[in-house]
């Protein structure tokens, strides 16, 4: 029937991915010449390594479509997912969707807007999809082989568990989408929440276990993400010889894990990496892999010593010439008679979020005649990031340090920027406080990229026909041109879970080429 549009799919997908690796590398290497390859006795430190994983997964989807008069939409879909990952008890899952939709711009009613209002719709849909990304083998212990000093063995490396369900996203969405002026102008609007239950996360656990890095994956909680997704496509100007067209995105985004077991804390976020987890927190209440640790108030400018705010507001400074802990009082900042404390384990807050909370893109493509020239900017914002580099530039020791040493304090006459101690030596660990987060190295990470831009020249028609292909295309491109930002960082994206420990940029790449079609 021309009314009842029914479509019915039917999938089975099998996948098995093998990835292996390998490496050689040495320090001293005897001669440039000997750079491109390993070659045996060119370099003096000598190191090889290498792996490999095999993982899999099976699933078979069922699809049902139907639309009335191509007014009215349904969907609804069921998959069984089975994963290698998972042991054998807990691998299999089912997940459904659903979606539906109406055309507004197809009923009667509507008739007398078209001219106007090319298309409207609302939508709604809910599915359900499982999380692959956790690792290749979290449910077996396992074991790797492990030199001990010129003796080859075993170690015990992984604890596993038997027990990993799977991590699924429950995905609701609802939309609308509007083309407007013979769709010069297109516009689509969304809510979405995603909450995720089950979520594997890398528990601590006393050392005293024995239990390799002192974790294990489990199960442990739950979290969400919801936000407004906006989409916007314009044809500004359609001339024969001219057009612009303008696309664009925004995305405001807010993370919040909701549970925990027993509530509590998870001290290092989801990282391992020893120079990033000291830095984060996951808690109850706040966005996933928080930056966690010591308010920082200033310097002291009576003797140049940093103060710190404890949890309950009270302040305390630093003694550098004595490395304890005095109580600090505006009103009267020569007083150091007074002890006093710095808990890092009562006295670190949640010093700000790791995770964007908008984003977005704008692209610009224009063609006159046989040129054409695009743009893509970029933003993003709401995130905080903890400057770990900036702080290793200030050691105050016999290397380099950046910039920012010369606004330390130096006398009460002369005190500085007020953010940078007095110089002490030999007090870099507890000046600095190398080993936990401040807010004196905290930055907002707000930036707008001109992440693209291209310029092209195309043949015209009549030249490629003679030649005897579809198209010929010169282009140049520049990407990474442009970063606007108040980060002082080299760039807010070096960051790993909120924390720039030396990254490494995006690099600026401008190339040349052409396109051919034949």
Known sequence: SKKHNVAVTAVAEYQ???NKSFFGRGKGLLDSFYNQNLVTGSYETQESGGGA???GIISYIGRVNYNFQEKYFFQASIRRDGISKLS???RWNNFTGFSAGWNIAKESFFSSLTQYVNDLKVRASYSEVGNTDI????????TSASPYASSNGIAFTQFGNDALLWETSSKT????DISLFNNKLTFTADYYKNDIDGLILQVPVAPSLGVPSNVIRQ???SMYNRGYEFNASLAAIDKENFSWNINANLTFDKNKVTSLPGGDDILGGTFSDININPNLIIREGESINSLYGIRYWGVNPANGNPVYYKADGSLVQGNLPTQTYRVFDPNNPTDISQTASLNFTTDKVILGNTLPTYFGSINNTFRYKEFDLSFLIRFSGGNKIFNATARELMTQNLNNNSTAILGRWQSPENPGDGVTPRLWA????FTNLTGHATSRFLEDGDFISLDNISFGYSLPKSVTEKIGVNSFRLFVQAQNLLILTKYDGLNPEMETGGVDLNGTPRAKIVSMGLNVRL
């Open 53 to 55: 994983t095999e993982t």
């Open 219 to 221: 199960n442990i909680g």
């Open 135 to 142: 690792g290749s083998y979290p449910y077996l212990g396992l």
């Open 16 to 18: 098995k991915e093998t």
């Open 426 to 429: 030999s007090t870099n660990t």
């Open 88 to 90: 054998p008890a807990t």
């Open 173 to 176: 969405d609802i939309g609308v």
